[in-house]
């Protein structure tokens, strides 16, 4: 089993008043449309689900083939991602890590981002931003920096890695991080960035949710 997707669905969904990655789109729980799409994906061999404790039961209700492990996860989204580390089988190579509540992933950025891990060790998918971006001074919200908008990218999943860099990065985490591409960068391992897609969005609120149905609807 040679490549193996993480798929971190651990959040509580304290803003839309539950798990939101079990929230129905169009009759089927969120995660089940995420977990769809890399069950389709031909490069694909194996899915590890990582949920809250209490969600397990419900993970267990979604059924798909490649799933070979349904486990816990932990208080942050790095402690669900070292689980879900743990529990790679024996011989795989790549790991794909994504976010349960990113349903509209395609298997076009799967591939892509699988591409570039293979010759380059990490890859993840981002989108330009589109705003212009402002650095503050903090509490007072006095701007003191517009950043170059032609240099940013907006993060997404899947983070694609090669198992040993991933593991080495994740057994020097250190401090907080916010996604898997920046504990890797301060092992000073260049990550490459393929274009993801716009609709590849995290769903974090009602108006995400009904934005994410209109989506979905013609898959």
């Known amino acids: 089993m040679k490549t193996v997707a993480i798929i971190v669905a651990g959040g509580r969904?304290?803003?839309m008043g539950g798990p939101k990655q079990f929230l129905k789109i169009n009759g089927k729980p969120m995660l089940a449309w995420t977990v769809n799409v890399f069950q389709q994906a031909k490069a694909i061999n194996g899915i590890i689900l990582v949920v809250a404790p209490e969600q397990l039961a419900l993970a267990k209700k979604i059924k798909a083939s490649k799933i070979i492990s349904i486990i816990p996860g932990g208080a942050r989204r790095q402690d669900s991602v070292r689980n879900g580390l743990?529990?790679?089988?024996?011989?795989?190579q790549l790991v794909l890590i994504h976010d349960g509540a990113r349903p509209a992933v395609s298997?076009?950025?799967?591939?892509?981002?699988?591409?570039?891990?293979?010759q380059h060790g990490a890859a993840i998918a981002a989108v330009p931003v589109?705003?212009?971006?402002?650095r503050s001074s903090g509490?007072?919200?006095?701007?003191?920096?517009?950043?170059d908008r032609s240099e940013l990218w907006s993060a997404q999943t899947p983070?694609?890695?090669t198992v040993p860099i991933i593991k080495k990065a994740y057994e020097n985490l250190g401090n907080n991080v916010t996604d898997d591409a920046m504990a890797v960068e301060r092992l000073g391992i260049p990550v490459k960035i393929v274009m993801g897609a716009y609709e590849?969005?995290?769903?974090?609120?009602?108006?995400?949710l009904v934005v994410m149905a209109t989506i979905l609807k013609g898959r």
């Open 13 to 15: 969904g304290k803003r």
């Open 86 to 92: 743990a529990a790679l089988p024996k011989g795989a």
């Open 107 to 118: 298997s076009l950025i799967i591939s892509k981002t699988i591409k570039e891990a293979r």
């Open 130 to 134: 589109k705003d212009t971006i402002k």
């Open 139 to 147: 509490r007072d919200k006095t701007i003191l920096q517009t950043l």
């Open 159 to 161: 983070q694609t890695f």
């Open 200 to 208: 590849n969005f995290k769903v974090t609120t009602p108006e995400d």
